[in-house]
């Protein structure tokens, strides 16, 4: 298995440039607690927001980065329950073509790929794993 290390998608001739287009189910955590994705844990603190999305996956996104990264939609109140569209802010990501770890910076979690899925660099030392039929659903390259 390929353990990645201090990446940096922004020097990879392989990555590109990938714009999330989802709308999403949120609920901000009540307290501190842990959810398990497909791709490994997710720890969350009291306020983070915990999001089911469009293919049912689930993750957390600190509070301090959720504003910056979705938009409330129509009935819903911004920072409060409800559904809300992905900002459209682009990622790196790469396809890798066999089994992988990348430490997540939010919670040091360590997710696990599998080959064909994708390394997403959300900023320098922040990671993201998504399985390939999900990566294809909601993200559109940027050209």
């Known amino acids: ?56 996956t689930r993750w957390s996104v600190s509070r301090d980065r959720f504003a910056a990264k979705y938009a409330p939609l129509a009935g819903t109140v911004a920072n409060g329950d409800g559904r809300y569209q992905a900002r459209p802010q682009p990622v790196l990501a790469r396809q890798l073509s066999e089994p992988f770890t990348a430490a997540r910076s939010a919670g040091g979690d360590l997710l696990h790929g599998d080959a064909g899925d994708w390394l997403l660099q959300y900023a320098p030392g922040d990671y993201g794993v998504a399985k390939n039929d999900r990566f294809v659903q909601v993200y559109k390259k940027v050209v």
């Open 1 to 56: 298995m390929l353990e990645l290390g201090n990446i940096d998608l922004a020097t990879d001739p392989l990555a590109a440039r990938y714009i999330k287009t989802e709308i999403v189910s949120v609920e901000f955590a009540r307290s501190d607690g842990e959810l398990i994705s497909t791709e490994g844990p997710n720890r969350y603190r009291a306020g983070d927001a915990l999001i089911t999305g469009s293919t049912a």
